[in-house]
């Protein structure tokens, strides 16, 4: 029995991960989902007997590589992630497997045949993982390059939204949907949130929540919610969107800086 966790906080990717190792031939045992920086330090670090981890890289709450600096993970890792081709060559041949979003069935075939192969190599899984922090942290001081414009597909090709009359985008209903100071909605190509997210300025764009990514912009004014959380007033709308617990710390420093 090959005993599976999954770190990763959008429900499609889980779900779609949850198929796919219910189409293995080997007996698989998922024994948790996990959807945060604090969940995943709180299991791994009572929890030992696990087979692999299947990890998203970029978390609501932070970088999976949190995680790792925190708890020592023995099992093998297959990571999943919306870095582009490029950076992810960094991974090739390093005796560890990734994803690289949107995934299908065969891409994923490919990474559980090399788990298979490579399973029980603590020592190999060890070294990598130090490798790709590194990598990872080298990345982080190089200047990325964010869209200052946002695609919209249509029947005929597309149009292009300019990201300042964009005030926040939304996720429900497994659609995207860019919306407008004016309230008009645009329906997006990418499958999650955090697809787009991943090409957006931070500076500019921040999470609030699982279903919202806001323009800090249009930002109008703000108010105590809960006594964790607050409600934010969005310019052009009458809706307050209500920050979560977990980014409510980290919104409030946005907001100032």
């Known amino acids: 029995?090959?005993?599976v966790v999954i770190l990763e906080d959008e429900v499609p990717a889980r779900n779609k991960l949850k198929r796919f190792l219910s189409q293995q031939k080997e007996q698989i045992q998922l024994i948790s989902e996990l959807d945060s920086i604090e969940t995943a330090i709180?299991?791994?670090t009572n929890n030992h007997s696990i087979d692999?981890?299947?990890?998203?890289?970029?978390?609501?709450d932070g970088n999976a590589f949190e995680v790792f600096d925190r708890v020592a993970v023995s099992c093998p890792i297959i990571f999943t992630t919306a870095y582009n081709q490029f950076w992810m060559e960094a991974f090739e041949g390093n005796g560890i497997e990734y994803l690289l979003k949107p995934f299908g069935q065969d891409r994923f075939e490919k990474a559980w045949s090399k788990f298979i192969r490579l399973r029980g190599n603590e020592s190999t899984q060890n070294e990598v993982l130090e490798r790709l922090q590194d990598l990872f942290a080298q990345q982080n001081q190089v200047k990325r390059q964010f869209k200052n414009r946002i695609k919209v597909p249509t029947p005929r090709g597309a149009y292009f939204?300019?990201?300042e009359?964009?005030?926040y985008l939304i996720a429900e209903?497994?659609?995207?949907k860019a919306v407008e100071i004016q309230g008009k909605s645009h329906l997006l190509q990418e499958a999650t949130l955090k697809e787009i997210e991943q090409t957006l300025d931070p500076s500019i764009f921040y999470r609030i929540n699982r279903s919202h990514l806001i323009q800090k912009k249009h930002v109008k004014a703000i108010e105590r919610y809960s006594k964790n959380s607050v409600a934010i007033k969005i310019a052009g709308s009458d809706t307050l969107l209500i920050c979560s617990q977990?980014?409510?710390s980290g919104f409030l420093k946005w907001m100032e800086k």
Not at 54 to 60: H, V
Not at 173 to 176: A, C, D, E, L, Q
């Open 161 to 163: 939204l300019e990201l």
């Open 42 to 44: 709180e299991f791994l």
């Open 173 to 176: 209903n497994s659609v995207v």
């Open 1 to 3: 029995m090959i005993k």
């Open 52 to 60: 692999l981890l299947i990890s998203d890289i970029e978390l609501l």
């Open 246 to 248: 977990s980014a409510t």
């Open 165 to 167: 009359e964009i005030a």
